[in-house]
């Protein structure tokens, strides 16, 4: 047991050194940028370190200075739009990284999820998958071949992690009406309860059927005793998977 403590205890501490050493990456470009300017604008104006890292902070500095000074203002300006640029952008770079290191990657799971959520805002006529196994997974892969849209649903936190060809997953459990909402089910043009468990697949059917009764329902069972309860869930095709396999191994013969 303290083995495992220890190798637990070891890898969360090497995700967070991760993390800050991520943050400094941005921190450091953040610096170097300001670097730049200061000397850039110390070798075009001819004004000192000083007054040259003023500028940093105070861009109408420039202006003012030009107003009594001759020199390349021009230049100096174009110079300064870069240098700002570069420090905005690193600095919003060091929040995002400071926050990720913060909250040990929730806040980017958390734009993650709110990007998912507003690309599926975006789609009608899409497949819902409900499951990602390898029945749903290999539904899902053939029609993104297919040139479908494709939302996948699926509980298991860990499978959402790996399901990363997937660009659309919404983690939740797909017999609650909030996630298959979430999933656009109602603008679905189909919905296929893939998970390995004839109950739940019922459970969902019944639900989809009052959510979007116009899409297209599949509904996988374990055999054929839940067929007849799956088509009165409201199943337009049930699929028993086992039995699809053996058909094509028998038509193969």
């Keep these: 047991m303290d083995g495992f403590l220890a190798v637990g205890v070891s890898g969360t ?24 300017g200061i000397v850039g604008f ?5 004004v000192s370190p000083v007054d040259a890292a003023f500028w940093l902070l105070d861009p109408t500095s420039i202006e003012l200075h030009f107003q009594h000074h001759s020199g390349p203002e021009r230049v100096t300006k174009g110079f300064a739009l870069v240098v700002f640029a570069g420090l905005i952008a690193s600095g919003l770079w060091i929040g995002e990284s400071v926050l990720d290191t913060v ?14 959520e507003q690309t599926i805002e975006s789609l009608s006529d899409h497949v819902v998958i409900c499951g990602y196994g390898m029945f749903g ?11 479908e849209d494709v939302v996948v649903v699926e509980s298991d936190s860990t499978v959402v992690e790996a399901a990363s060809d997937e660009p659309l997953v919404i983690e939740g459990d797909a017999r609650r009406e909030d996630v298959l909402e979430r999933a656009g089910v109602s603008r ?5 309860a893939a998970i390995d468990d004839s109950n739940v697949t019922i459970q969902i059917a019944i639900v989809t059927s009052q959510l979007a009764p116009d899409a297209a329902l599949v509904v996988r069972v374990g055999d054929e005793t839940y067929e007849s309860v799956a088509r009165r869930a409201g199943a337009d095709t049930v ?13 193969g013969l």
């Excluded at 909250?103 to 998912?116: M, S």
């Excluded at 997974?137 to 040139?147: E, F, S, Y």
């Design 13 to 36: 501490v090497g995700s967070v050194r991760g993390r800050i050493g991520a943050a400094l990456v941005p921190i450091g470009l953040f610096v170097v940028t300001g670097t730049v």
């Design 103 to 116: 909250f040990g990657g929730q806040f980017r799971e958390e734009l993650r999820r709110v990007q998912t």
């Design 188 to 192: 679905a043009r189909a919905v296929v």
């Design 239 to 251: 699929v028993i998977p086992e039995v699809v396999s053996g058909t094509e191994v028998v038509d």
């Design 137 to 147: 997974r290999t539904v899902a892969q053939r029609l993104r071949r297919r040139g």
């Design 42 to 46: 110390v070798a075009l104006a001819g």
